[in-house]
């Protein structure tokens, strides 16, 4: 099996930078995406990372640490339109699978 | 933009009932999902299909089963509803091969009563 470890929680002030974390123990590893969820809505795809290293797309950056098992998704210059929840899932092989984790609802506040 | 689209976005039906949820794709994808969301436990992943008539079981099958007779849509079935499978169910697909994103419906929020 595999787990995905994500915080539950997190608050921020607009303006601000908030970093998700996602912890990962997975044999097989094959990349790992990051999406986001509005309240309601439908998950939208944000980042894929296989490689170690970060990825930026202009406010939102991911990082991966494959040696570590590590991810985390970075939010700047945050905007109350950022409150959603962010999921982290785990490809593993060539499986058409992603396990995910339970997901990180951030709130931005004014 | 790839559009899927489920059926209902709220359902309510009765314990023993057959309950069927329908999800379409516009964008010639090959593979489809079917997750079922629920708080702090995230997507789990129930069935998907890799191509039309094609299945495979996910995490959580028991109570489910699918149907895609069609390359753009992909039905659960719930064969006799129980309340423990009130939940929001989510359907996905994605073109096959490499690390292509899945792409998700606004989702179907079924309560059985």
């Known amino acids: 099996g595999q787990n995905i470890d994500q915080p539950t929680e997190m608050t921020a002030t607009e303006g601000a930078i908030v970093q998700i974390n996602c912890t990962y123990q997975?044999?097989?590893?094959?990349?790992l995406f990051w999406y986001q969820q509005h309240a309601g809505e439908a998950p939208t795809f944000l980042s894929y990372?296989?490689?170690?290293g970060l990825e930026e797309k202009g406010r939102f950056s991911s990082f991966l640490s494959r040696s570590k098992g590590y991810s985390y998704l970075l939010l700047k210059e945050l905007q109350m339109k950022d409150s959603a929840s962010y999921l982290c899932?785990?490809?593993?092989?060539?499986?058409?699978?992603?396990?995910f984790g339970a997901g990180t609802t951030v709130t931005v506040r004014a | 933009d790839v559009k899927v689209t489920q059926s209902s976005r709220y359902l309510v039906k009765r314990t023993g009932e057959k309950v069927f949820l329908e999800c379409v794709q516009d964008?010639?994808?090959?593979?489809m999902f079917w997750y079922r969301q629920d708080p702090g436990l995230g997507l789990r992943l129930i069935y998907f299909?890799?191509?039309?008539?094609?299945?495979e079981k996910g995490d959580i099958p028991e109570g489910y089963s699918v149907s895609r007779e069609k390359k753009e849509r992909f039905s659960l079935i719930l064969e006799s509803a129980s309340t423990n499978q009130t939940s929001m169910y989510l359907c996905?697909?994605?073109?096959?091969?490499?690390?292509?994103?899945?792409?998700f419906g606004d989702g179907t929020r079924l309560s059985i009563l």
């Open positions: 964008m010639d994808h090959e593979n």
């Open positions: 990372n296989v490689l170690d």
């Open positions: 997975t044999s097989g590893f094959n990349g």
């Open positions: 899932a785990v490809k593993r092989g060539n499986d058409y699978k992603l396990s």
């Open positions: 996905a697909s994605r073109i096959s091969g490499g690390n292509q994103p899945q792409h």
């Open positions: 299909s890799y191509d039309v008539k094609m299945k």
